[in-house]
């Protein structure tokens, strides 16, 4: 590669060759798609060529963009341009241009295009910017520009090819030069998702030719709350190098399990150390589900993942790492890669007498699984699977952050191949129930007659709950975690005071995840006269309905079945009581949902003591069509109405 990069190094940078201005574009006024739209995409081209010289393969990247500013927010926000790269890649023969409402034209200098550490108004330090400063923009402008990015070792295979973008794009254009050699033994091939875009058709310039797919009159992309994946909404095909066997699905994921079968078992050995570690670990196990936790939590605790932030292993270790080539090697030095760690797992459960199988799993957040999609891209996750009683349960050892009985959320109720010399079959695994992710919450306030809160806050987190916050948390100093915890408090609530932040069990797996704080909250309650107006749900007070669209575009999918469980204590100052309480009403939506509320009156009429239980998704329901959203918005509209419920506090007598 160091030869490909010297010759890149001396080519000469060409001046830029722009398409013609039309006058339509200068002269339109309005948006043609969307009559919202801040700014529209007249024209998107991306030309990709892959190249091979032996040894070396690359690929080139070349971008065309040319978009209409129609509102002062877009010429603020389009302003500036950033191109993103990273590792051995690079950008050039960047140029940019501004065309004026009154068609003149202002080139970018070079001034105007820097290196940059900033990306998003963020320092970032694994990634290179290029950022692009367009001159003299203003409602009416064109902004246009262009730029080669080169990507070192490596083909366009699994490479997405992307039609919308966050504007409207009047037309978009993708032209492939796949490679066509004897070293590559596979032709291209491309599958389309949510694209109406032209089938590919050759297009020659010059000495080269290209294959060309268009679409026009693209939509803008906008992501809405809890939608699926982006994969499964927007438009984009798929370009890929692979052997078309010409097979029914059927006949193509039993022999894709059996290829990942015989390639898995190459790597097991179970060898006199890994028989007598394996005895050493279930020794006392009453049944097989206690086996398969005992060798869970040793391969969790005693081998280290090397390429996992949260294993404890060094930059040094990882820069050092040769691979493991099988099980024992993993056994003995103590560390591998994730999938050396399930395969150390699988030859530990047979050594204890337990049937195990490597488990190729679709990832449920990167795009949902259809067997018509025949390639083994989209099972992109690996597990292992375990039959228990005759039925298979599936374990991630290399997960180190994940709770017993749980896999990732994006591996949890889809579709999981269980790879198998003989007979691979296809199961869905299972989603857990809503009380296993549960956020618990607590606040012991006292109010003043002033309307001023203050006391302690806890809150206690669950499965994929716990997850989520533990892989923010578990690679900073305690201090650092207090500093995370205080801005998300500060966050949830502005205006109060928050000191006394404790962050506890973050990575003790079997206890919950412990946030705790002292809170001082003024003008809480709102005093009106001899009368004082608080919101019994304190941890809800001043939050926006879930979906506050009225119209919808995508179907609504949460990620993972979940509980809440919130008590509210607040002690009453002398001077004021309860005047007549009531509590919010309580209700069901069929098995799938349930909100239920309580208040009492405590310490002789001086505190309120309020209660609120809500789970969701149970009977695995967590997917909805659009068709669905009018009532599952009125749902959480009206849970946004119960908890903005408020209790009316009178002068005691």
Same mark, same amino acid.
């Given at each position: 590669?160091?030869?490909?990069?010297l010759?890149?190094?001396?080519l000469?940078?060409?001046?830029?060759?722009?398409?013609?201005?039309?006058p339509?574009?200068?002269?339109?006024?309005?948006?043609?798609?969307?009559?919202?739209?801040?700014?529209?995409?007249?024209?998107?081209?991306?030309?990709?060529?892959?190249?091979l010289?032996?040894?070396?393969?690359?690929?080139?990247?070349?971008?065309?963009l040319?978009v209409?500013?129609?509102?002062?927010?877009?010429?603020?926000?389009? !302003?500036?341009?950033e191109?993103?790269?990273?590792g051995?890649?690079?950008?050039?023969?960047?140029?940019?241009?501004?065309?004026?409402?009154?068609?003149?034209?202002?080139?970018?200098?070079n001034d105007?295009?820097?290196?940059? %550490?900033?990306?998003?108004?963020?320092?970032?330090?694994?990634?290179?910017?290029?950022?692009?400063?367009?001159?003299?923009?203003?409602?009416?402008?064109?902004?246009?520009?262009?730029?080669?990015?080169?990507?070192?070792?490596?083909?366009?295979? =699994?490479?997405?090819?992307?039609?919308?973008?966050?504007?409207?794009?009047?037309?978009?254009?993708?032209?492939?030069?796949?490679?066509?050699?004897e070293?590559?033994?596979?032709?291209?091939?491309?599958?389309?998702?949510?694209?109406?875009?032209?089938?590919?058709?050759?297009?020659?310039?010059?000495?080269?030719?290209?294959?060309?797919?268009?679409?026009?009159?693209v939509p803008?992309?906008?992501?809405?709350?809890?939608?699926?994946?982006?994969?499964?909404?927007?438009?984009?095909?798929?370009? =890929? =190098?692979?052997?078309?066997?010409k *097979?029914?699905?059927?006949?193509?994921?039993?022999?894709?399990?059996?290829?990942f079968?015989?390639?898995?078992?190459?790597?097991?050995?179970?060898?006199?150390?890994?028989?007598?570690?394996?005895?050493?670990?279930?020794?006392g196990?009453?049944?097989?589900?206690?086996?398969?936790?005992?060798?869970?939590?040793?391969?969790?605790?005693?081998?280290?993942?090397?390429?996992?932030?949260?294993?404890?292993?060094?930059?040094e270790?990882?820069?050092?790492?040769k691979?493991?080539?099988?099980?024992?090697?993993?056994?003995?030095?103590?560390?591998?890669?994730?999938?050396?760690?399930?395969?150390?797992?699988?030859a530990?459960?047979?050594?204890?007498?337990?049937?195990?199988?490597?488990a190729?799993?679709?990832d449920?957040? =990167?795009?949902?699984?259809?067997?018509?999609?025949?390639?083994?891209?989209?099972l992109?996750?690996a597990s292992?699977?375990?039959?228990?009683?005759?039925?298979?349960?599936?374990?991630?050892? !290399?997960?180190?952050?994940?709770?017993?009985g749980f896999?990732?959320?994006?591996?949890?109720?889809?579709?999981?191949?269980?790879?198998?010399?003989?007979?691979?079959?296809?199961?869905?695994?299972?989603?857990?129930?809503?009380?296993?992710?549960?956020?618990?919450?607590?606040?012991?306030?006292?109010?003043?007659?002033?309307?001023?809160?203050?006391?302690?806050?806890?809150?206690?987190?669950?499965?994929?709950?716990?997850?989520?916050? #533990?892989?923010?948390? %578990?690679?900073?100093?305690?201090?650092?975690?207090?500093?995370?915890?205080?801005?998300?408090?500060?966050?949830?609530?502005?205006?109060?005071?928050?000191?006394?932040?404790?962050?506890?069990?973050?990575?003790?797996?079997?206890?919950?995840?412990?946030?705790? !704080?002292?809170?001082?909250? #003024?003008?809480?309650?709102?005093?009106?006269?001899?009368?004082m107006?608080?919101?019994?749900?304190?941890?809800?007070?001043?939050?926006?309905?879930?979906?506050?669209?009225?119209?919808?575009?995508y179907?609504?999918?949460?990620?993972?079945?979940?509980?809440?469980?919130? #008590?509210?204590?607040?002690? *009453?100052?002398?001077?004021?009581?309860?005047?007549?309480?009531? !509590?919010?009403?309580?209700?069901?939506?069929?098995?799938?949902?349930?909100?239920?509320?309580?208040?009492?009156?405590?310490?002789?009429?001086?505190?309120l003591?309020?209660?609120?239980?809500?789970?969701?998704?149970?009977?695995?329901?967590?997917?909805?069509?659009?068709?669905?959203?009018?009532?599952?918005?009125?749902?959480?509209?009206?849970?946004?109405?119960?908890?903005?419920?408020?209790?009316?506090?009178?002068?005691?007598?």
């Amino acid at each position: 590669m160091r030869r490909l990069l010297l010759l890149v190094a001396t080519l000469p940078i060409c001046a830029a060759t722009w398409r013609p201005i039309e006058p339509s574009e200068i002269s339109l006024k309005t948006p043609k798609i969307d009559a919202n739209a801040d700014a529209e995409i007249l024209y998107w081209e991306v030309k990709i060529t892959d190249h091979l010289q032996p040894p070396d393969i690359w690929t080139v990247y070349r971008h065309y963009l040319r978009v209409k500013i129609f509102t002062e927010k877009g010429a603020k926000d389009l !302003a500036t341009a950033e191109i993103v790269s990273a590792g051995k890649q690079f950008v050039r023969e960047v140029a940019a241009r501004t065309i004026k409402p009154d068609g003149s034209i202002v080139e970018a200098g070079n001034d105007a295009i820097k290196d940059t %550490d900033v990306l998003k108004g963020k320092k970032v330090s694994n990634l290179k910017v290029k950022a692009v400063a367009f001159p003299a923009v203003t409602p009416g402008s064109i902004i246009e520009y262009q730029y080669t990015h080169t990507y070192p070792d490596r083909v366009a295979n =699994y490479v997405h090819l992307e039609f919308s973008r966050e504007y409207p794009v009047h037309f978009v254009k993708y032209l492939v030069k796949p490679i066509q050699s004897e070293y590559v033994p596979y032709k291209m091939r491309v599958m389309g998702f949510q694209a109406n875009a032209t089938p590919f058709t050759p297009e020659r310039n010059g000495t080269e030719t290209h294959y060309a797919t268009t679409a026009s009159n693209v939509p803008a992309f906008k992501e809405e709350a809890n939608m699926p994946p982006e994969n499964d909404v927007r438009p984009w095909l798929l370009i =890929y =190098y692979e052997e078309d066997k010409k *097979l029914t699905p059927e006949k193509f994921w039993k022999e894709v399990g059996r290829d990942f079968a015989r390639d898995f078992q190459k790597e097991l050995k179970v060898d006199g150390n890994i028989k007598k570690t394996a005895a050493e670990v279930v020794n006392g196990a009453a049944s097989d589900e206690e086996k398969i936790d005992k060798l869970l939590e040793f391969c969790r605790k005693n081998i280290k993942n090397v390429y996992s932030d949260s294993s404890g292993v060094t930059a040094e270790q990882r820069k050092n790492f040769k691979g493991n080539e099988t099980t024992a090697d993993t056994m003995k030095r103590k560390m591998g890669t994730g999938g050396d760690i399930n395969a150390l797992f699988v030859a530990l459960a047979q050594a204890a007498g337990l049937e195990a199988r490597l488990a190729r799993i679709a990832d449920r957040g =990167y795009k949902g699984f259809d067997p018509q999609m025949m390639t083994a891209h989209f099972l992109v996750a690996a597990s292992i699977a375990v039959k228990v009683n005759g039925n298979w349960r599936f374990y991630d050892p !290399a997960a180190a952050r994940a709770p017993k009985g749980f896999l990732r959320w994006q591996e949890e109720g889809t579709p999981a191949l269980i790879c198998d010399p003989k007979e691979p079959t296809f199961v869905t695994t299972p989603l857990n129930a809503p009380d296993r992710s549960r956020t618990t919450r607590r606040a012991d306030l006292e109010l003043d007659m002033d309307g001023n809160v203050k006391g302690k806050i806890r809150f206690a987190y669950s499965g994929h709950r716990a997850t989520s916050r #533990r892989l923010d948390l %578990d690679q900073d100093s305690d201090s650092e975690r207090e500093r995370k915890v205080l801005e998300d408090l500060k966050e949830q609530y502005p205006g109060a005071e928050i000191t006394d932040v404790k962050v506890e069990n973050v990575t003790e797996l079997d206890k919950p995840l412990i946030i705790s !704080a002292s809170l001082v909250m #003024r003008g809480y309650g709102q005093r009106t006269g001899k009368r004082m107006f608080v919101q019994p749900a304190f941890f809800q007070a001043g939050g926006k309905p879930l979906f506050g669209e009225s119209q919808r575009k995508y179907p609504i999918h949460f990620r993972y079945p979940f509980s809440d469980v919130d #008590r509210v204590s607040i002690k *009453l100052p002398l001077d004021l009581t309860l005047d007549q309480p009531t !509590a919010p009403g309580s209700f069901k939506i069929g098995e799938t949902a349930e909100y239920k509320t309580s208040l009492a009156a405590g310490s002789g009429g001086q505190e309120l003591i309020y209660t609120r239980e809500f789970f969701f998704g149970n009977k695995d329901q967590i997917y909805f069509p659009t068709e669905a959203y009018p009532s599952l918005k009125k749902v959480f509209d009206h849970i946004h109405e119960q908890d903005g419920h408020t209790m009316t506090l009178k002068a005691a007598q």
